[in-house]
């Protein structure tokens, strides 16, 4: 689940997002793991629910507690971050679990 983000460098100021700068994700069993092709770290619009998947390799860290990545190329909008894995200590799930994080967050 999902508790927290930070840009890198700083607070994230306003809930705004800066595309091609690093987003850090806090929580718990976040890491991206598991076969399924939904696993992974998506930021929702939330006008028209269109998801934009953020590449694999520009996830920069992947782990159980935290993950950064790279914010894609964003239209200026409102967005929701969705995480979906089947990670989970020990094992994996069979299948994914989506968790989204509840503060909107704008690209201008």
């Given at each position: 689940?999902?508790?927290?983000?930070?840009?890198?460098?700083?607070?994230?100021?306003?809930?705004?997002?800066?595309?091609?700068?690093?987003?850090?994700?806090?929580g718990?069993k976040i890491?991206?793991?598991?076969?399924?092709?939904?696993?992974?770290?998506?930021?929702?619009?939330?006008?028209?629910?269109?998801?934009?998947?953020v590449?694999?390799?520009?996830?920069?860290?992947?782990?159980?507690?935290?993950?950064?990545v790279?914010?894609?190329?964003?239209?200026?909008?409102?967005?929701?971050?969705?995480?979906?894995?089947?990670?989970?200590p020990?094992?994996?799930?069979?299948?994914?679990?989506?968790?989204?994080f509840?503060?909107?967050?704008?690209?201008?």
């Open positions: 689940m999902a508790k927290d983000m930070h840009t890198v460098k700083a607070r994230l100021y306003k809930n705004l997002l800066t595309p091609g700068c690093n987003l850090k994700i806090s718990y890491r991206i793991d598991g076969s399924n092709a939904a696993n992974g770290i998506y930021f929702v619009n939330q006008a028209t629910s269109e998801r934009t998947r590449d694999v390799s520009d996830i920069v860290t992947n782990n159980p507690s935290e993950l950064i790279m914010i894609p190329d964003l239209s200026s909008r409102t967005y929701l971050l969705e995480v979906t894995t089947q990670y989970t020990g094992t994996l799930l069979k299948e994914p679990r989506k968790t989204m509840d503060k909107p967050l704008t690209v201008e």
